[in-house]
């Protein structure tokens, strides 16, 4: 959260709209809720609120914990691109695990790898939901791991705008398609856009 404050004060960035993207999205809400006054809107994608291995405490129960071990699986052949048959499985194949395992070793060692996915179950922020302040959008597809939790995520977010379920699975942008046959959704009408807004993207 502090390299975010950081780099918007960089660049001379007073307020910013926020994208959290997986698990970026608690440090987007984290933020979202310390500095409200530097924060235009907030976009939770693919995310969530808390990284519980408690099944019975988390939103999406068992699943959340049995995805969570598919993904603590690919750790033991990090950098061969099995996080794409996790991720983006209507992208997985043998040519494009090619290109996600180059990702992977570019993006973290094994062990920062590591590092990152048990940092996951350590996200806690459904008490700061309620305390949201600004215009909020929440976007998940409809097989994702935890459509459950994007909805709690939504009903709990006192300023949420909108909560939009697109078709398909993945929480990859390089090969998602667009989200542009909305499943369900919820809006109310939008705030006046003044001027043009950057986007500050969060993804650990």
């Not at 780099?7 to 970026?24: C, K, N, T, Y």
């Not at 305390?131 to 929440?138: A, E, F, G, K, Q």
Request: proline residues 8%; contains cysteine.
């Amino acid at each position: 959260m502090d390299d975010m404050r950081a780099v918007m004060d960089a660049v001379g960035s007073e307020r910013a709209a926020l994208l959290g993207l997986s698990e970026g999205g608690p440090m987007s809400v984290l933020f979202a809720t310390t500095y409200p006054e530097r924060t235009l809107s907030l976009i939770l994608c693919g995310t969530f609120a808390t990284g519980t291995l408690d099944p019975d405490d988390h939103p999406a129960g068992q699943r959340w914990l049995d995805n969570f071990e598919r993904v603590r699986a690919t750790l033991q052949h990090w950098g061969e691109g099995h996080t794409l048959a996790i991720f983006a499985p209507s992208a997985d194949s043998e040519r494009e695990r090619v290109g996600r395992g180059i990702f992977e070793r570019a993006a973290a060692s094994p062990q920062m790898a590591r590092t990152l996915v048990e940092m996951v179950a350590e996200n806690e922020v459904r008490d700061l939901l309620p305390s949201i302040r600004v215009p909020t959008l929440v976007l998940h597809r409809e097989e994702e791991f935890i459509p459950v939790e994007a909805r709690a995520i939504w009903l709990s977010t006192s300023r949420a705008r909108a909560w939009l379920c697109c078709r398909g699975w993945t929480t990859s942008p390089s090969t998602a398609t667009p989200m542009a046959r909305p499943r369900r959704s919820k809006s109310s009408s939008p705030a006046p856009v003044r001027r043009p807004c950057p986007i500050a993207s969060s993804r650990l």
